[in-house]
């Protein structure tokens, strides 16, 4: 199938920028130094790219991604970075045969994994962004507790959030430093193999953490686009003019085809004015003609993806993969 | 089951509250005064419920939704509200038996609809909103064209959406007044006898429209329930209390669940501080406890909607049905 004869909206994927972004990670961050994290792309058929270049365990965010990544034999290491409440599922799937690590945070939370039957954690720990994860000084005692009621603790987790966007690379190597400070005081007392931490924009200056929950790299984002690293830009949604007006144009992608957290989309040579359900307002100059293809590029990259049934990977005009989205929904 | 053994993230639907806009707006618009728009639902199952109150025409902004509802049986007049290029699966579905009409806009939108073999349209009237739609003036000689091609002309149809949200009454009667002009104008020129428009906010203002292309009334919305508007929200996010820190808490909803073209949604007693991919942090005095189920309101529906799979029709901590959100997709 060639890429003018898709329906649209459609997700594209660059092969070429894929595999270079890919491989440049790779290199980077050989087999356990990375945990490629799933949901920046909700992708069994990807995650089968990572696993092949040498990356056994995997990050995931919810409980059906850690179902789906087993289900497509990817279940070798599967962490669960997340805390629930209901681990009756996951307790299930370690039952199955494949490896669940869960993160806990709190009392309840380990009751929960242990309720729920999962053998293992790591204790997230809260390094600075205001989200999940316990005190620092509070760790060691989660971790005592999770051992009292049965469960082997890999060790901590924590993710600077906060941290991984900043523009310049001198501050967030600095703050990274102060962030991974306080994880690797919570393994002291924790205990474990595991330091898992880091993201796209962290992954080569965090060298605190056994391994990076790094995601985002594949597909790559217009917000890390904006640092200094060396992964491209893979993803578009293809959308087709569907009319035009003296001053405008409108293709046939919209709010529900694209993550709109980060704001509107952008459209190389023009201007987005706005976006409706199924529409996206622009001008250009000149202006396409009615049936042109466009390449839409989200703000957002994992909540664009989620929106979708399959990506199509593609090499120029030619679409040589159709892989199916198949981690989305809870 | 009961609402708190639902996983969660989950889509609750207040079955009173729906009860009472589909019935509300069935009394103000009868039968065919209304074409409800899926696009808001997304759900074969709601659109039942309108249909059962004696609505048999609907309004659709994709081709997956044409084809559900077809397949729901609910396609006794379906108006695709929206142009496309390639109109071979609409002419597909209308040869399966259902009556499948499309907006054109265009010469393109015109060759394509009778290309594709669909045997009717609307012509699509720009009124004041810079998306599709053909210049007023320009309608009679597209509904020319699009009989010299075989098609059967219904009439026009015409979007006040610059106009549906204005919050001051008088002054959205005032402009919707001004759109309508046009479109009563274009229809002279088109004949036909359809004049399709409207929202949920011009629902009882626009009297020139034969027919409402109301939608968002079922379940509502934030920005909608800042109106004047005899609808009440219907709709919310159950989400579960999975973290709490001194001065915050989390919960497991998300980007990925959540509609944010609007901004971030509500909860109620909390302030909102943003929002990742499966989390919203947000303070509130005092703070929840971990396992404590929160209701989310997002600040959109319609994009919210199209993230799950299924919506929960609740009473009290009843679940009294579940509904597959089954139009998602293209």
Excluded at 133 to 151: F, I, K, T, V, W
Excluded at 215 to 242: E, H
Excluded at 288 to 298: K, S, Y
Aim: a negative charge; charged letters at 20%.
């Amino acid at each position: 199938m060639k890429v003018h004869e898709l329906q649209t909206p459609a997700l594209l994927v660059d092969g070429a920028a894929l595999a270079h972004n890919l491989e440049t990670m790779s290199s980077a961050l050989p087999g356990e130094r990375l945990r490629p994290h799933v949901k920046a792309h909700k992708c069994t058929a990807l995650a089968g790219r990572q696993a092949a270049l040498g990356h056994a365990g995997f990050t995931c965010a919810t409980i059906r991604e850690m179902e789906g990544m087993a289900a497509a034999g990817l279940g070798q290491d599967l962490l669960l970075a997340n805390e629930v409440l209901d681990a009756s599922r996951l307790g299930a799937l370690s039952r199955s045969g494949a490896r669940v690590t869960v993160a806990v945070d709190s009392e309840a939370t380990v009751e929960a994994a242990a309720r729920g039957g999962v053998g293992e954690v790591v204790v997230d720990v809260n390094v600075g962004l205001p989200r999940c994860g316990c005190a620092p000084e509070d760790a060691g005692r989660l971790a005592d507790l999770a051992r009292s009621r049965g469960l082997e603790v890999r060790g901590v987790m924590g993710y600077e959030g906060h941290i991984v966007g900043l523009e310049d690379r001198a501050q967030r190597t600095e703050l990274v430093g102060q962030c991974m400070e306080l994880l690797v005081k919570a393994h002291a007392a924790v205990g474990g193999e595991l330091i898992s931490a880091g993201g796209t924009g962290t992954y080569d200056i965090n060298t605190w953490a056994t391994e990076i929950q790094a995601g985002s790299y594949a597909l790559m984002d217009t917000a890390y686009g904006k640092l200094d690293l060396p992964f491209r830009q893979a993803l578009a949604v293809l959308a087709t003019v569907i009319s035009v007006s003296p001053g405008w144009a409108v293709v046939d992608c919209g709010l529900k085809s694209l993550g709109m957290d980060h704001g509107n989309p952008s459209i190389e040579g023009a201007a987005v004015w706005f976006c409706s359900d199924e529409h996206v307002t622009f001008s250009s100059d000149p202006l396409p003609a009615v049936g042109d293809r466009v390449r839409v590029v989200p703000s957002h990259i994992d909540p664009t993806v989620a929106y979708h049934e399959r990506m199509h990977v593609v090499d120029g005009d030619e679409v040589v993969d159709v892989w199916p989205v198949d981690l989305r929904g809870w």
